[in-house]
């Protein structure tokens, strides 16, 4: 698996395909093993790379992983066969917004790393499908250390999803809901956890 692993971070970097980096993926996988992660949600798996390693983290850790871009979903569907883990990684192909789960299932974890610019909806809509003692984990929150500095950046675009990703911060720290602790991990993690009633 470890070469596959390789390989992947290859594609990845040559077709410009983003994924999580090293600190990052270390620190979810810690995550798992320490709170005894079982059932993990994933939204955005690109080539399945986050995905497998959520997987790889426990014997016992199953991950459902959606993504919307159909080679990407090809792709990862490759991966996820090689390194034999049909049984512990469930691939959908479907845009985020769109899929219905069922209600009775409940997630251990949630990892948001889709659109960033649409973390709020993806945050919204997936929280009823948290487990009691469950965590959202969202990555990039400095995007490449853009958050924060938005007067310096001169692209419209670059300049409206940085001040999404700000709004969604915002929107964390401000939440009732929700208790977040934000890290200085990789390109910026948070985890929140329901306050309990
Ligand atoms: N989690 C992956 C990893 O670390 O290996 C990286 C995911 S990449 C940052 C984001 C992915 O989310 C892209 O492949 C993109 O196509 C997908 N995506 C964006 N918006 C989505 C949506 N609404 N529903 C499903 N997938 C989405």
């Known amino acids: 698996m470890k070469e596959k692993i390789l390989e992947m971070e290859e594609y990845?970097?040559?077709?410009?395909?983003?994924?999580?980096?090293?600190?990052?993926?270390?620190?979810?996988?810690?995550?798992?093993?320490?709170?005894?992660?079982?059932?993990i949600l994933e939204i955005g798996t690109a080539i399945g790379y986050s995905a497998i390693l959520m997987a790889s983290a426990k014997e016992d850790a199953f991950v459902t992983t959606i993504e919307k871009d159909e080679e990407r979903y090809m792709e990862a569907l490759?991966?996820?066969?090689?390194?034999?883990?049909?049984?512990?990684?469930?691939?959908?192909?479907?845009?985020?917004?769109?899929?219905?789960?069922?209600?009775?299932?409940?997630?251990?974890?949630?990892?948001?790393?889709a659109a960033k610019a649409q973390n709020t909806k993806f945050f919204e809509k997936y929280k009823?499908?948290?487990?009691?003692?469950?965590?959202?984990?969202?990555?990039?929150?400095?995007?490449?250390?853009?958050?924060?500095?938005?007067?310096?950046?001169?692209?419209?675009?670059?300049?409206?999803l940085v001040g999404k990703i700000e709004d969604y911060i915002e929107f964390l720290k401000n939440n009732q809901e929700f208790k977040t602790?934000?890290?200085?991990?990789?390109?910026?993690?948070?985890?929140?956890?329901?306050?309990?009633?």
């Open 181 to 197: 602790t934000f890290y200085d991990i990789g390109d910026g993690l948070s985890v929140s956890i329901r306050n309990e009633e």
């Open 12 to 39: 990845a970097q040559e077709r410009n395909v983003p994924i999580i980096e090293k600190k990052s993926i270390a620190f979810i996988m810690k995550y798992i093993k320490e709170h005894n992660v079982k059932n």
């Open 78 to 113: 490759k991966n996820v066969k090689a390194c034999g883990f049909d049984k512990k990684v469930n691939v959908v192909f479907q845009d985020a917004l769109d899929v219905n789960l069922s209600e009775d299932i409940k997630y251990d974890l949630i990892f948001i790393d």
């Open 128 to 160: 009823y499908f948290l487990a009691k003692n469950g965590a959202i984990i969202t990555d990039n929150l400095k995007f490449h250390g853009y958050v924060g500095e938005r007067d310096k950046i001169e692209s419209k675009n670059l300049k409206s």
